[in-house]
């Protein structure tokens, strides 16, 4: 199986950057993702990594080490509206399509 | 991306009673998936919904409990039945899409609550 770390609450100030960490153990590797989800909403999809390195998309970041098994997701500017749920999800590698997903962080973001 | 239509949104229910939820795609689909949602707590995979035969469910749960159905690409229906209140929770369908890299696309939810 999988298993997906993540801290459970991080809290940062308006205009600041916040790093949420998320380390994976499992048999095999497909792809990492990120998702946000808003209280009360579903999930929506922010970030994709398969090969090491970092994508850059706007304010939001992801940065994959395969060999560490670690990910982060790093948020620049950070708006209140940035306050949700941050979930690491990774692709089962026996099974291309399925994810399994961490706890996820919450971010509350102050002014 | 996708719009992913669930029904209903939210329902009470009682208990030992079954509630049927329906979700519809307006774009071509690869793969549907449910996830439960409980409280506070972080997405669990129910079963992988396929086309004209039986779902493939995840250890933990079962089709008598959850019996899915997938009766063309773009819809498919996921039951609770006999409901307790430990089965209060957000039910999500999932989608992966033709042509993208595998990410997966959600409909809005519907929040069951057992009494």
């Known amino acids: 199986g999988q298993n997906i770390d993540q801290p459970t609450e991080m809290t940062a100030t308006e205009g600041a950057i916040v790093q949420i960490n998320c380390t994976y153990q499992?048999?095999?590797?497909?792809?990492l993702f990120w998702y946000q989800q808003h209280a009360g909403e579903a999930p929506t999809f922010l970030s994709y990594?398969?090969?090491?390195g970092l994508e850059e998309k706007g304010r939001f970041s992801s940065f994959l080490s395969r060999s560490k098994g670690y990910s982060y997701l790093l948020l620049k500017e950070l708006q209140m509206k940035d306050s949700a749920s941050y979930l690491c999800a990774v692709r089962d590698p026996f099974y291309d399509y399925k994810l399994s997903f961490g706890a996820g962080t919450t971010v509350t973001v102050r002014a | 991306s996708a719009v992913i239509s669930q029904k209903p949104s939210r329902d009470i229910c009682q208990r030992g009673t079954s509630l049927t939820i329906q979700c519809q795609v307006d774009s071509q689909v690869t793969m549907m998936f449910w996830y439960r949602q409980q409280p506070g707590q972080s997405l669990t995979l129910i079963a992988t919904?396929?086309?004209?035969?039986?779902?493939?469910?995840e250890s933990g749960f079962v089709i008598d409990k959850f019996p899915i159905s997938r009766p063309n690409l773009t819809f498919s229906t996921l039951t609770v039945s006999n409901m307790s209140p430990e089965d209060s929770s957000i039910y999500l369908c999932?989608?992966?899409?033709?042509?993208?890299?595998?990410?997966?696309?959600f409909g809005e939810g519907s929040r069951l609550t057992v009494l």
């Open positions: 919904a396929n086309q004209g035969s039986e779902a493939t469910y």
């Open positions: 499992t048999s095999g590797f497909n792809g």
């Open positions: 990594n398969v090969l090491d």
């Open positions: 999932s989608v992966v899409l033709a042509g993208g890299f595998g990410e997966l696309f």
